[in-house]
């Protein structure tokens, strides 16, 4: 008798726990460094919120994608052959989701066609390096 599992059993994998956690740990290094690049260090001590604000629509997006395009499944746990395709595919999507967010009256920042290339691009490469690190050091 076949047991049935739900969408996200499927999606999730606990073994991919410590690869979520760097996930989330890059995607706030790369918000973080460019927070620095356009306000100074200076702004993380003296807007701590305004920092973390500009996080939240990235981080939103990757909540809800991430797990629906498979980036913790037992796939993405296995090597970097797997996990990387299926982070950047995932941040492709988040980075769309991010994006619409800060376009709403909610957030501060607005949308330019040159900051979405950068966070594709850059979310993109931070993702695929820290988790083809993970790898290498397991």
Known sequence: MATSTSFLEER??????P??????????????VGVIQHNGVSYLSADPVGWVLTAVPFLI???VTAP???AYSPGAAESAKSAVPLGVRAW???????MAIRWTPLFEGGVELTFVAVM??????????WRTLYFKLV
Do not use: H, K, R
């Open 19 to 32: 690869i979520a956690v760097g996930d989330v740990l890059a995607i706030f290094l790369l918000v973080t």
């Open 68 to 70: 629906l395009l498979g």
């Open 12 to 17: 999730l994998d606990a073994g991919a726990l």
């Open 61 to 63: 997006g990757w909540l």
């Open 92 to 98: 492709l999507a988040a980075t769309v989701i991010g």
């Open 120 to 129: 594709l691009v850059l979310g993109s490469v931070a993702l695929g390096v």
